[in-house]
Every structure is written in C-alpha cells, then in structure tokens.
C-alpha cells in the first residue's frame, strides 16, 4: 500500500519577479514499511517536501494523500490532529523539556489523545524500553548524554504508534559512534513494520535506508537511488 502520496505537489512563495518554486510539480509515493532517505543540496526543496509530508505545511496546489486521505487542503486543526494520530517526529535538536523526565517527555504527546494517566505511563515505559532506556526513566535531558536525548525523542515519536516516523537530520548533532547506535534504532523500528522517511545531508546514514531520493531545484530528479549508487550520484 502506498502510504504518502505526493500528486502534482508545488510549492510557491511570493509572487511576479520574487516567486519562487521551493516545489516544482513533485510528484513521490511511499510504500508503508518502506525505509526512504530523501537527500539534495541546500535549497533544493528537500526540507519544504518533508514539511508537507509531516502536515506543518500546505502545498499551493497538489494532492497529498497521507494513509488513503487527502490532507493537502486540511485547516490547522484537523492537520494537527492527522500530525497527532498518525505521525510521530525526530527532529536534530531533541526538543525535550528539560524539566520532565525522559518518561514524563515521552508520556506528554498522549495528554493530547484523551489517553487515562496509566495507559500513558505503561506505554511511555515500554516506548523507552524499546529504545534501550530502561534504566533512565526517571533521568532528566540534562542528566544524559546527546545520544540517549535522542533515544528519549524517538519514544516520544513512537508513542502514539503513528503510521509514518519522520525523521529530520536526526544524526546531525552526534558523533559517528553514537549515529550509528541511533541508526540501528530507526533500523530495528522499520524492521517492526514502522515506515521511516528520514532528511539527510549525509551519505553514510543514507546508505543505511532501503531507498534515497535525491531532491534538487525544487525537483525529484532521482526517484530510486540505492545505496550503492549513491557515492556517484551524490557529486553528480
């Protein structure tokens, strides 16, 4: 089943002589379960694409077909409430409150889904267990490392068991080592049947998804890059 559907998508700021195509008639889907990379220069619509997608923007024109539903036109509040329900984010910065705990961050996006205090508490427990925190529960952001921060945002995004995570430069604030274990985690996530669509700058946490699509001058100009070809394409 294709899960995202991206039909004739542009995306235009300004107007006359300052207009600017930051989408110029994308058209992209995604399978559910699918592990996608999407890469390309700055400015090359990369990160409006998957503002979209994740519903914190609208097209000017197109169709967006999020899990069998057109979302591209929805008003703010039923677009938040498709981002609650179905989307789970990981952002490079962790956005984690550094007054909560890792449980109490992780439990908050339940606050929102009329969900009772225990079933938030049991879930967010399990989330952290997944992710290999079992033992931080009750830590703050303060008192843990950028990788584990990290770990605490993934929970939080999967908490809600959202169709589609989305994952913007998740690696872009650690180091190789921890990448890695952060990598392993969308890894094993995806191979649980999450659908993963990750931004990325780079190459080596691109090879590590099923698929790159290489975005440039507002353009999909690569659909199905594999890993392999990616070191050539990349310059190209």
Known sequence: MKIIRLENIFKIYGSGETEVKALNNVNLTIDEGEYCSIMGPSGS???TAMNIIGCLDRPTSGSYYLDNVDVAQMNDKALAHIRNKKLGFVFQQFHLLP??????NVMLPMAYGGIN???R???????LIRVGL?????NKPTQLSGGQQQRVAIARAIVNRPVVLLADEPTGALDSRTTQEVMDIFSELNASGI????VTHEPDVARQTQRIVWFRDGEVVHLNLTPAD???MAVS
């Open 45 to 47: 619509g990369k990160s």
């Open 99 to 104: 007054q909560l705990s890792a449980l109490e």
């Open 117 to 119: 205090p225990k079933e």
């Open 121 to 127: 508490r049991d879930r967010a427990t399990e989330a």
């Open 134 to 138: 079992e033992k931080r529960l009750n």
């Open 195 to 198: 659908t993963v669509v990750m």
């Open 230 to 232: 990616l070191s050539q």
